[in-house]
């Protein structure tokens, strides 16, 4: 994640409409799926944001909307995590994080996006493809379950996109939809706690970002309200159904930003 610049972070405040036309959509979404399907979307609402301004800009704008999100989402599930599990991914996730900010200035984020969503792609075809519904439960796994909740914390940090590598490793558990949902809530509440200094420190949190981003905050507790409303109404397989499907199409839209498709077809 480079430094930003002067230049990238526009006006103080952004005053574009056609932002917040997008923006809107995009942070209803994004809660949708933090408070009821723990897809983790936070990329796809950085993705559309960036059609309309730099995606550096974007990702520093939708942390402290994550944030506040995780708050209510916290409130909610706040008895319902896995104690069994959680050890395993929070160990992960904080090695990842400190590699996405050691190497910080040097990562190429098009390669980790390409990469996580491959994997994305990949997992959910293997789901569908090769019985994954009828799969007999895994159980917790630390070599395992680091690895892929690390690749989620370094992911996350580098562009909001830690929610495919971490379901790689819960989904396959098989575990209640509320307790995957509040684990998931958990993990990220943490993650994205953790992820503010580094944000500060790349410049990542200046005041043009943070005051766009309060413009966008009263959305935060809507959002998360509906995803946990629709979390409570959804059947356990339509919820992994669900969960399945936004893993992937997450997935597409990372290989498509990872390849600079939009750029081959004059679209960015």
């Known amino acids: 994640m480079p430094r930003q610049t002067k230049k990238a972070l526009g006006d103080p405040l952004i005053t574009d409409p056609f932002f917040y036309v997008i923006a809107v959509p995009a942070i209803i979404l994004t809660g949708i799926g933090k408070g009821g399907f723990g897809a983790g979307l936070g990329f796809a609402s950085v993705a559309i944001m960036s059609l309309s301004v730099p995606a550096?800009?974007?990702?520093?704008?939708?942390?402290?909307?994550?944030?506040?999100?995780?708050?209510?989402?916290?409130?909610?599930?706040?008895?319902?995590?896995?104690?069994?599990?959680?050890?395993?991914?929070?160990?992960?996730?904080?090695?990842?994080?400190?590699?996405?900010?050691?190497?910080?200035?040097?990562?190429?984020?098009?390669?980790?996006?390409?990469?996580?969503?491959?994997?994305?792609?990949?997992?959910?075809?293997?789901?569908?493809?090769?019985?994954?519904?009828?799969?007999?439960?895994?159980?917790?796994?630390?070599?395992?379950?680091?690895?892929?909740?690390?690749?989620?914390?370094?992911?996350?940090?580098?562009?909001?996109?830690?929610?495919?590598?971490?379901?790689v490793y819960l989904l396959p558990l098989k575990i209640d939809k509320t307790v995957f949902q509040a684990t998931t809530v958990m993990f990220f509440t943490v993650v994205n706690y953790v992820k503010l200094p580094p944000y500060y420190f790349l410049g990542q949190l200046r005041f043009e970002n943070l005051a766009t981003a309060a413009v966008l905050l009263p959305l935060a507790p809507l959002a998360m309200g509906l995803g946990i409303w629709l979390h409570k109404r959804v059947s356990p397989l339509w919820f992994y159904r669900i969960v399945y499907a936004l893993v992937f199409v997450v997935g597409l839209r990372l290989i498509y930003d990872g390849l600079g498709i939009g750029r081959w077809l004059g679209l960015a």
């Open 56 to 167: 550096l800009q974007a990702a520093g704008i939708m942390l402290p909307v994550l944030c506040v999100m995780d708050l209510f989402g916290v409130w909610a599930y706040r008895n319902n995590w896995s104690r069994e599990h959680m050890p395993v991914i929070l160990a992960g996730g904080l090695i990842g994080i400190a590699v996405g900010w050691a190497t910080a200035s040097i990562v190429d984020d098009a390669s980790v996006r390409l990469m996580v969503g491959l994997v994305a792609v990949a997992f959910s075809l293997n789901y569908w493809f090769r019985g994954g519904a009828d799969a007999e439960p895994t159980t917790r796994n630390w070599p395992k379950g680091v690895f892929w909740s690390g690749l989620s914390g370094f992911t996350s940090f580098v562009a909001h996109a830690g929610g495919p590598p971490l379901s």
